[in-house]
């Protein structure tokens, strides 16, 4: 397991941008993390190194957002589902495994319905405002 502190958001955005380096076609990252943890921050970092120009919003209420840069990201939100019944009910396979990199906020409720090389970042806010990011099951370069 990789861990790191961030103790602002321009610092979260900075580790996404060196994750999103590091992503190849097919990648999925289960996003985890309470309220406002900071699992859209970066993915900011992350579509920026994947060179998107769009500005990234959380998928809460659209469930999944697509952009297009370098290869597509999509940007998934479970949060209003019930589970990984409906997860597979929104004809999300195509993009599981598809040519781009998924990454799904709140992948809690649905990890029974993702492949086992699924990359897990688990964002957890600090006390004093940083935040502890714990990446696991990373197969891809070492992040520097």
Same mark, same amino acid.
């Given at each position: ?11 979260? +955005?900075? $580790?996404?941008?060196? #994750?999103?380096?590091?992503? /190849? /076609? ?12 900071? /699992? ?7 579509? /920026?190194? $994947?060179?998107?120009?769009?500005? +990234? ?15 597509? $990201? ?24 598809? *040519? ?13 319905? $993702? ?12 006390? *004093?405002?940083?935040?502890? #990011? ?11």
């Amino acid at each position: 397991m990789l861990e790191f502190t961030t103790k602002t958001s321009e610092e979260t +955005i900075e $580790l996404g941008f060196k #994750i999103g380096q590091k992503l /190849k /076609k097919g990648n999925i990252i289960a996003m985890q993390g309470t309220l406002a943890a900071g /699992k859209t921050t970066i993915t900011k970092g992350i579509a /920026k190194a $994947l060179e998107i120009t769009d500005t +990234i919003t959380s998928p809460t209420f659209c469930l999944i957002s697509e952009y297009y840069g370098k290869m597509p $990201l999509y940007h998934m939100d479970v949060y209003r589902l019930e589970g990984s019944e409906d997860f597979e009910n929104l004809g999300t396979e195509d993009m599981l495994y598809g *040519d781009g990199v998924c990454i799904i906020e709140w992948s809690e409720k649905i990890m029974d319905s $993702l492949p086992k090389e699924t990359i897990i970042i688990n964002i957890q806010p600090q006390d *004093d405002g940083s935040r502890k #990011i714990q990446i696991s099951n990373w197969n891809n370069d070492p992040i520097n």
